[in-house]
C-alpha cells in the first residue's frame, strides 16, 4: 500500500496584529505577564475589513497550488474545515472554489467538495477524510485539498477574548507526500460536553476553566485507546508532540498529563523514583478523588524535575512559536504546531527523515484524537518555502480602539462600515455575504 499524508502545507495570517501584553492587557486592567507567562501568547492575528474565512483559505490554498506547480484538474477533493462559517447550506469550500477557479485554467467541477464541524478537531477529521479517500483508491491519481480556516473571536469582555486569533492553513494530501505520512492507527476520546459552543450564535458560550479540563480528559482517553492499537508509548519515541493550541499555556498541562502517562513503568518512572517516588496507582486508594488528588501532588513535582524540564524544552517548546505569536486559529492550530516544530528542527539543522511525531488535536463538544506521523526525506525543501516569519513580521498592528472596530466589522450580527487598514496585494478580498469574492 502507498504512503499517504501530508505533501505541503502553507499559512495565511490575518494581516492585522496585535499586541497582548503592551496594548490589550493595559486596557484591561491586567498583567501583562497573565499573558506573556501564564498562557504563553505574546500576539494575535486579526483579519482586515476585507478578509474573511473565505479569503484566508482561497489565499493560503493559491500559494500550495502555485508553489507545488498545481492546476484544479490535479485536485479531486477540497475539504474545508472551520467553526466560523456565515452560510448553513452552501459550503465554504464552494466559495474557496469559486476564488480559485478565477485564476486557473480549468475548474474543480469533478472534485467532491464539503465542509467539516467538530469545533477545532474538524481541521484533522478533514486530513482523516482525504486520507481515507486515498487509501480506498477512489482519488484517480488526484491529491486532496484540506483547508482549515477560521476568525477565533469571543464575545467582548468573555475570558476567551485574550486568546483570539484568525488564519488558514492549506494541506495538500496525496501519495507518496513529500512533508509527514500518516499513521493507520489513531486513538480516540469523545465525550458529549457543552463547555464551549455557539447553538444559532457567532460568538461562544464557554465555561474556560471547564473546557481546560475537558481538553485534558478526552485527550488522555485519546491517549489510552490510540496505545491500545499503537502499543504503549514512551517520550523517546516522539521527536516532537504537537497539541491541539488554544494558548501554549493548555499545552503546557497537556504535556504534563501526556509526560506523566508515557512515563508510567518505564526506565523514567525508575530513574525519578530517588527524587519524587513512584506515581500514585488507583488500587491503592479507596477512592478516585483520593487517588486523583495524589496524581495532582505527584505531577506537581514532576514537572520541576531535570527530565521532564528537558524533554518538555526539546519535544513541546518548539511547537509554540506560532501559536504565541497568533492566536488561536481554532481548525488549524494543531497544524501550525506541527508546523512550527519542523521550522524549529530545520533552524537547528536537524535531520529529521523517519522521525515520528505524536500528533494531538482536540475539539471542544469534545473530541480527541491521537496519531503518529512519520516525517519524509523531503521535508526541509517543503518547510524551507513556507513564508512564516516574513507573513508574521508584514501585519500592520492595531490599536485598541482600532481593535474593537475590527471586533465590530467581523460580528455577523452587525453592519459597520470601516476604512481598510492595509492595502490588498493581489489576493483574493471579500466583497459581501454569500457573494463572490474578488482578487484585488
Ligand atoms: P482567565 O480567567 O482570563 O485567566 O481565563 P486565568 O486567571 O485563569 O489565568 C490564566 C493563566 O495565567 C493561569 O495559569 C494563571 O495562573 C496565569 P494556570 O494556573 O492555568 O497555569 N496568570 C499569571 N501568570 C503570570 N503572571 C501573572 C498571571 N496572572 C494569571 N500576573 C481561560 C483563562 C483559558 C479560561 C480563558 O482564556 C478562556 O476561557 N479561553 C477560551 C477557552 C479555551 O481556550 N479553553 C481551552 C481548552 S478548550 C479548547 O482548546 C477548544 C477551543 O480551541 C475551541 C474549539 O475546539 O473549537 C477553545
Excluded at 513564508?387 to 485598541?400: H, K, N
Aim: negative net charge; hydrophobic residues 35%; charged residues 30%.
Amino acid at each position: 500500500m502507498t504512503s499517504v499524508g501530508i505533501d505541503a502545507m502553507e499559512i495565511w495570517t490575518g494581516k492585522l496584529v496585535l499586541d497582548l501584553p503592551n496594548t490589550f492587557a493595559p486596557v484591561k486592567g491586567e498583567d501583562p505577564e497573565k499573558y506573556t507567562k501564564g498562557l504563553g501568547l505574546h500576539t494575535s492575528s486579526f483579519p482586515d475589513v476585507y478578509e474573511d474565512i473565505v479569503t484566508m483559505g482561497a489565499n493560503a490554498a493559491k500559494q500550495l497550488m502555485d508553489r507545488k506547480g498545481l492546476t484544479p484538474a490535479d485536485i479531486g477533493r477540497i475539504d474545508v474545515a472551520t467553526e466560523s462559517a456565515f452560510d448553513n447550506s452552501k459550503p465554504v469550500s464552494t466559495y474557496i472554489a469559486g476564488c480559485l477557479e478565477q485564476v486557473y485554467d480549468g475548474d474543480f467541477r469533478h472534485a467532491n467538495k464539503g465542509e467539516r464541524k467538530f469545533a477545532c478537531i474538524a481541521g484533522t477529521q478533514s486530513l482523516d477524510d482525504a486520507y481515507n479517500w486515498i487509501k480506498a483508491g477512489r482519488n484517480r491519481g488526484r491529491a486532496a485539498l484540506v483547508i482549515a480556516t477560521d476568525t477565533a473571536l469571543y464575545e467582548r469582555g468573555d475570558p476567551g477574548e485574550a486568546t483570539q486569533g484568525a488564519g488558514a492553513v492549506a494541506m495538500l494530501i496525496d501519495e507518496d507526500p513529500d512533508l509527514v505520512e500518516l499513521s493507520t492507527e489513531q486513538g480516540y476520546g469523545s465525550m458529549d460536553e457543552t463547555d464551549f459552543l455557539k447553538p444559532n450564535q457567532q460568538f461562544p458560550s464557554v465555561d474556560g476553566k471547564r473546557s481546560m479540563q475537558v481538553y485534558l480528559a478526552r485527550m488522555r482517553e485519546a491517549l489510552e485507546d490510540y496505545e491500545s492499537v499503537a502499543g504503549r508509548t514512551h517520550p523517546d519515541l516522539f521527536e516532537y508532540i504537537p497539541f491541539h493550541t488554544p494558548f501554549p499555556g493548555m499545552v503546557r498541562k497537556a504535556a504534563l498529563l501526556g509526560f506523566r502517562h508515557m512515563t508510567r513503568d518505564t526506565d523514567i518512572e525508575d530513574d525519578l523514583e530517588a527524587e519524587i517516588g513512584r506515581q500514585p496507582r488507583e488500587e491503592d486508594f479507596e477512592t478516585w478523588d483520593d487517588y486523583e488528588e495524589a496524581i495532582r501532588g505527584y505531577m506537581d513535582e514532576l514537572k520541576t524535575t531535570e527530565q521532564y524540564r528537558e524533554w518538555y524544552g526539546r519535544v513541546i517548546e518548539p511547537t509554540l512559536d506560532i501559536s504565541s505569536r497568533v492566536g488561536n486559529w481554532y481548525t488549524g492550530s494543531v497544524h501550525i504546531a506541527r508546523l512550527s516544530a519542523l521550522i524549529a528542527a530545520a533552524d537547528e539543522g536537524k535531520d529529521m527523515t523517519g522521525k515520528s511525531l505524536l500528533v494531538g488535536s482536540y475539539g471542544s463538544g469534545a473530541q480527541a484524537e491521537i496519531h503518529a506521523e512519520t516525517v519524509q526525506e523531503t521535508w526541509l525543501d517543503e518547510i524551507e518555502a513556507v513564508d512564516v516569519d516574513d507573513q508574521l513580521a508584514a501585519r500592520t498592528e492595531i490599536s485598541f480602539d482600532d481593535y474593537e472596530l475590527i471586533h465590530d466589522v467581523h460580528n455577523h450580527e452587525k453592519e459597520i462600515e470601516v476604512e481598510e487598514f492595509t492595502q490588498p496585494e493581489a489576493e483574493f478580498v471579500f466583497t459581501g455575504w454569500g457573494r463572490m469574492n474578488e482578487r484585488r
